[in-house]
């Protein structure tokens, strides 16, 4: 809670006043809803940056995973991934369950902010994924592989294999994301 308050704080939506407590700023609910809209809510035009966005960020993020992952990190995303595989075998539907594998992997990075970021744009990206059914069945077991292989270099401690397994995985996105 506290650390939620400084937040708000920052964003000057809060005031703290000493042995006063705090309280709402002055701000009108018409600002405060504008700020939190255009904080948390893309446009369609924007989507095409949020999945560049998420391909460096993962890039990056299967690549100090590697670095940094511990073997409590490895078990979350094998179980993750266990998951993942068991529903999508079954045809059911795997797109949460795809994203918590990829933060797992983002987790394993010890990096807090290349989590947060992650898990900001997470629910628009399951809206996409949904609602252009990137996911479908073919898809989804490319991605198995996709994610074994991301995996295996995580394991191995292969930083240049994790960011280009990664890559490959993603790359599809990359290439169709004007059109999303």
Aim: aromatic share 6%; glycine share 4%.
């Amino acid at each position: 809670i506290r650390e939620a308050i400084l937040k708000l704080e920052f964003y000057g939506l809060l005031k703290t006043a000493p042995q006063s407590g705090s309280y709402v700023s002055g701000f009108s609910l018409k600002i405060l809803d504008s700020i939190f809209t255009d904080i948390i809510k893309f446009n369609k035009e924007d989507f095409g940056s949020l999945i560049e966005a998420r391909y460096y960020l993962e890039i990056n993020s299967a690549k100090l995973a590697a670095t940094r992952r511990t073997e409590t990190d490895i078990a979350e995303m094998q179980e993750a991934l266990a998951d993942y595989d068991a529903k999508a075998n079954t045809g059911q539907p795997v797109v949460q369950d795809d994203m918590l594998f990829h933060i797992k992997i983002a987790s394993a990075t010890k990096n807090t902010v290349i989590e947060s970021m992650l898990l900001i744009i997470i629910p628009d990206l399951i809206k996409i994924i949904v609602d252009k059914n990137i996911c479908h069945a073919k898809r989804c077991i490319d991605s198995m592989r996709e994610h074994h292989k991301i995996l295996d270099a995580i394991v191995n401690k292969d930083a240049n294999g994790a960011g280009i397994a990664m890559a490959e995985h993603l790359q599809q996105m990359m290439d169709n994301r004007m059109s999303l």
